[in-house]
């Protein structure tokens, strides 16, 4: 039995002063929270002096396409039409099983580094990243990626029974039904992406009305918006995770809510393809239920989580008012209402929970002064804060550090040049 005890750490909830407590994990939760550990507490278990350090919960990336790691930058400044069908998509189909296992092994590294320990991944060749989330320590919701447009049939039979068999799924690492888009996929096989959902208790991840012009096309084929045809076929449920819903209209807010479907939010990549305002203010409004992502490094261009729950604050009371989403909602946001999208035990810190947490340096100089914890970790931290990071109650960086992380870098850079040259 494995025991860690956090000792003299600085916590906070919303609405209470920081205060200093000691923080007990056996195994991988979360087992006491209390003023001061007794004997019996310590006994047998590493004991970590934190009395510089404040524990606050760990992010968990709603949507990503980790291995998309490799095309930092190689497309910058455009719409998002363009960028996928012009560049995204030619340089995909270069990728092998080891260059996606090359970019993804990047890509958790830095989800570590920047305190992200959970992430939900639509993309291609998912062995290769289930492996490497395997043997990096992380969790992750895996997405059988589904886009019958963009794969031979062939393939898409291959897709369905590796959901069938609930193919490589552990403790840490799960699978779920991801068709990519309604523009990538035909009727038959998006209904089908819905039964197995349901039959084999899948969650459901799609992008979902990201763009106008994916609003304006689905209209002129099938004479509905995306939601409206996922609801036709069987899809609008509490299982439904949909990506981005930049372009909802109050009609499919209403239904999303009623559902009790999540809208995973990417401020950064909306804003950066140009795609639109996230509805942030709208959907609260509407009772949706709200998690963050942080979308694929081609169009981010990082997987800093913490900026994206930042962004997403700020966007709220620009299309809000200043007391919309307080720091404490958009912590939330960015951790255990992904967590609970995904059905992950987590996400936040209590007694029970699944033990993942960050250890933050409260002697950088952007936790200085600290008169509200959560408001510095929202509004003025960045990931130099984070000195250690924990995942299922084990370290997976300590001092700034994780293992072969040189190596990662090198053998990234190596693989993004190769390719680049193709």
């Keep these: 039995m ?9 916590m906070q909830t919303m609405g209470v002063a920081p205060s200093v407590k000691d923080v007990l994990i056996v195994d991988n939760r979360f087992s006491k929270i209390c003023d001061k550990a007794t004997p019996a507490d310590m006994e047998n278990a590493e004991v970590v002096d ?16 980790a291995a998309m790691s490799l095309l930092r930058g190689y497309a910058d400044d455009m719409d998002l039409n363009t960028w996928l069908t012009q560049y995204i998509w030619p340089f ?13 092994r990047l890509a958790v590294l830095e989800m570590i580094k920047s305190g992200t320990v959970f992430f939900a991944d ?73 039964e197995i959902a349901q039959k084999e208790n899948y969650k459901l991840h799609i992008h979902l009305s990201e763009t106008a012009v994916e609003v304006e096309n689905c209209i002129k084929k099938y004479d509905c918006n995306p939601l409206e045809l996922v609801e036709r076929l069987g899809g609008l449920n509490d299982s439904l995770i949909g990506a981005h819903c930049v372009h909802f209209t109050k009609s499919d807010r209403q239904k999303f809510a009623s559902a009790g479907a999540t809208a995973v939010m990417n401020p950064c990549s909306n804003l950066k393809l140009c795609s639109g305002i996230p509805q942030i203010t709208e959907m609260l409004c509407d009772g949706v239920k709200i998690a963050l ?44 209402n992904v967590a609970n999208a995904y059905g992950v035990d987590g996400g ?14 409260m002697n950088n100089e952007r936790m200085v002064p600290c008169h509200d914890l959560i408001s510095n970790w929202v509004y003025a931290a960045d990931s130099s804060c984070i000195d250690s990071v924990i995942c299922n109650g084990k370290f997976v960086m300590r001092g700034r550090h994780v293992d072969g992380e040189d190596e990662i870098l090198k053998e990234a850079s190596a693989c993004a040049k190769r390719l680049a040259a193709v």
Aim: glycine share 6%.
């Design 293 to 336: 992502g942080t979308d694929g490094c081609s169009s981010n261009n990082n997987l800093d989580m913490r900026e994206e729950m930042k962004y997403a604050a700020l966007l709220a009371k620009v299309t809000g008012s200043a007391d919309t989403l307080p720091a404490g909602e958009a912590l939330k946001m960015a951790t255990v």
């Design 2 to 10: 494995g025991k860690i005890l956090l000792k003299s750490v600085t």
């Design 122 to 194: 639509m993309y291609w060749r998912r062995e290769q990243t289930m492996k490497v989330v395997e043997e990096m320590g992380v969790r992750a919701t895996i997405g059988v990626t589904i886009a019958d447009m963009l794969t031979p049939p062939d393939r898409v039979e291959e897709n369905f029974k590796f959901l069938e068999n609930h193919t490589m799924e552990s403790e840490r690492v799960k699978l779920a039904v991801m068709p990519h888009a309604v523009y990538t996929n035909e009727v038959p096989t998006l209904k089908r992406c819905f």
């Design 348 to 361: 936040e810190i209590a007694v029970g929970k699944l033990a993942d947490c960050l250890l933050v340096d």
């Design 50 to 65: 934190c009395k510089n350090f404040a524990l606050l919960p760990a992010f968990y990336n709603g949507h990503n396409h």
């Design 92 to 104: 995909e189909a270069k990728l092998g099983d080891k260059d996606v296992e090359i970019g993804s």
